[in-house]
């Protein structure tokens, strides 16, 4: 009796426990998708400004590609540019740092620096862009100072994704390859690079993704050009007849990079 006593208490605990843990997992995920899901349900409805999801309807989706209601798609359009330029450029920086860190002694701080990035706010990383290139240097910011706040941006990140691929690697493998006469290139071409490509992929994804929807950096180095980011940005806070397409252009801006998203985690798991 008294071992059965002590062992029901425990057993009830665990389940409590469990089930607590379970609740507070369907909370986070209520908090994190009720607004984007409430945002895609607002974009089909007549009304979208009372807040009332009904009567349903495809016109703000229809709409948007007609007359002057498509001029989201030059904006779209320079985003995208930015964001393929981006993800290149920090996919490569990303592997040529990540083959380079093993050969240093005390990497953990160089690690350490690429990484603090991540922390840095935003804004205060657009304003110090500005005031280097703009202040100090007299350079006129536009479309190349969008392009270097995003690539600050999105090198932590995609740094991250080659050190998960390349943390097992084992340097044996080149050796190897070196004892039977490849050069330098094959070694690269023929081992590194296959084990290396999900966390290439991985990168390219991340990398685009996080310049095509970045907004504070570009707020202070955007010169004159506009990404797709600030256009709904300024066309939301202007409260005109734009804000309805906003809801659908937003709707179809998250699905795809959830599905985008999507795409990079399942392969970045993959090479686990």
Known sequence: MSGGARRNPA???????????VLLGAIALVLLYAPIA??????FSARPLSGIPWPM????????????????????????????????LATT?????GRMLPLIRRRGGLL???????VMPGILVGIAVL????????????????????????????????LIVSVRFDHRLLEAARDLGADRYRQFVDIELPLLKPGITASVFFSFLLSFNELPRTLYTRGGITTLPYYIWTA???????????????????????????????????SN
Request: charged fraction near 5%.
């Open 131 to 162: 005031f280097f290139y703009r202040g100090l240097l007299g350079i006129r910011t536009g479309f190349w100072s969008v392009v270097l706040v995003h690539f600050i941006w999105a090198l932590p990140f995609a740094l991250l994704c080659i």
């Open 112 to 118: 350490v620096a690429y990484l603090s990035v991540l």
């Open 57 to 88: 309807t495809l016109e703000w989706y229809f709409a948007l590609f007609e007359g002057e209601n498509a001029r989201w798609v030059g904006p779209l359009i320079t985003s995208v540019a930015i964001g393929l330029l981006v993800s290149l």
């Open 236 to 270: 939301s806070a202007a409260h005109s007849s734009q804000v309805s397409l906003i809801y659908a252009l937003s709707a179809i801006i998250m699905a795809a990079s959830f599905v985008l998203i999507l795409i990079a985690t399942r392969i970045l798991m993959r």
């Open 11 to 21: 057993g009830i605990f665990t389940g409590t426990t469990a089930a607590l843990a």
């Open 38 to 43: 409430g945002l895609a349900l607002l974009s």
């Open 93 to 97: 920086a990303a592997v040529i740092i």
